[in-house]
């Protein structure tokens, strides 16, 4: 047995004792805690923003995991499940079919993002912000502009709440 499959089992039955069955959480709740996650994914891919270029796969991956989040955000608002994927472009067609607004500039930065997010559809590879490629790929996809990715959080955040009949 390996190191890390003993200590897996001797702490999982402690940890069973700390959780509780869990309760039906209200539309409210769930509007929030996923706007909460996107608002604090943003802060994070603004430090690394505001720190230098050199971090853009760090950005490009809290950013897309910050869109990501208010996009369910969005879907959670109209009491829809909100689907377990992470390609941010049929989450956006999701969102907007749902009555929310998207910019044609934030749909267009989203779509970048998702470039490196989820699939590059030129070459199809996946989670380029995640992990290294297996192949070269002769060009890079276009980075979007933080401050469009920002804006676009912001937006969907707001929506979401005024949804739910919460001021934002």
Known sequence: MTKIQAVTDRLSGSLKDFSLPGEERSISWRVRDWNSFAEEYMVAATCLHEQDDLRVRARLQVSGHSVECALKACLASTNAPVPGTHDLTSLCSQV????????????????????????????????????PTEKAEAKRAPVPEHQALSELVESL???SLRKIGDAA
């Open 96 to 131: 907007e079919n749902a009555g929310f607004h998207v910019t044609e500039l934030q749909a267009i930065a989203l779509f970048q993002l998702s470039l490196h997010y989820f699939r590059d559809i030129g070459t199809g590879t996946k989670f380029k912000a995640r992990y």
């Open 157 to 159: 955040r707001t929506q």
